[in-house]
T-cell receptor
């Protein structure tokens, strides 16, 4: 009964390093999303994928790239990490665009 | 500029009473609205949603009200239980692009 699985759960990077955050869902959902949550703020959409093979920018896409590898998997890549990207990253999936989203437990990323 | 606002960072309610959480949005094109509950170190959990064609949706103890003219939605929890203590986020948007409020921390006092 996994739902949405994110790996890793924690990571510390140095400025300039690259990293890929992995996300997989087992609910056969079409749509997948990446959000970041910073202290005192709500979740902000980075990128989303309405269906396999498509990706679109969200509210805060700068500094990130994504890949919808297949229907199950949606990865988020930081090519050159910056301290401003220190955050908790959440992946989510949904049956369609205007459907409830199911979230993973997050990846806590610190960039020094 | 925030498109979705939750102006009350925290709320305390006695067990058994009603909890009312409020949310305002700015974009009249938004057509889908959701409430999520979040515990520390976990992802948000979906609670209840409403589309713009309705003004009320109920699910057990949870009811969401939508006032489109005021661009306002609210979540009512009746009766409130200690297990309801968590941070509640509202989200609004359309076509898969959702904006979240900053959350309201609800404490239900036994």
């Amino acid at each position: 009964n996994a739902g949405v699985t994110q790996t890793p759960k924690f990571q510390v990077l140095k400025t300039g390093q690259s990293m890929t955050l992995q996300c997989a869902q087992d609910m056969n959902h079409n749509s997948m999303y990446w959000y970041r949550q910073d202290p005192g703020m709500g979740l902000r959409l980075i990128y989303y994928s309405a269906s396999e093979g498509t990706t679109d920018k969200g509210e805060v896409p700068n500094g990130y790239n994504v890949s919808r590898l297949n229907k199950r998997e949606f990865s988020l890549r930081l090519e050159s990490a910056a301290p401003s990207q220190t955050s908790v990253y959440f992946c989510a999936s949904g049956a369609g665009s205007n459907q409830p989203q199911h979230f993973g437990d997050g990846t806590r990323l610190s960039i020094l | 500029d925030q498109q979705v606002k939750q102006n009350s960072p925290s709320l305390s309610v006695q067990e058994g009473r009603i909890s009312i959480l409020n949310c305002d949005y700015t974009n009249s094109m938004f057509d889908y609205f959701l409430w999520y509950k979040k515990y520390p170190a976990e992802g948000p959990t979906f609670l209840i949603s409403i589309s713009s064609i309705k003004d009320k949706n109920e699910d057990g103890r949870f009811t969401v009200f939508l006032n489109k003219s005021a661009k306002h939605l609210s979540l009512h929890i009746v009766p409130s239980q200690p297990g309801d203590s968590a941070v509640y986020f509202c989200a609004s948007g359309r076509m898969g692009q959702f904006y979240f409020g900053t959350g309201t921390s609800l404490t239900v006092i036994p």
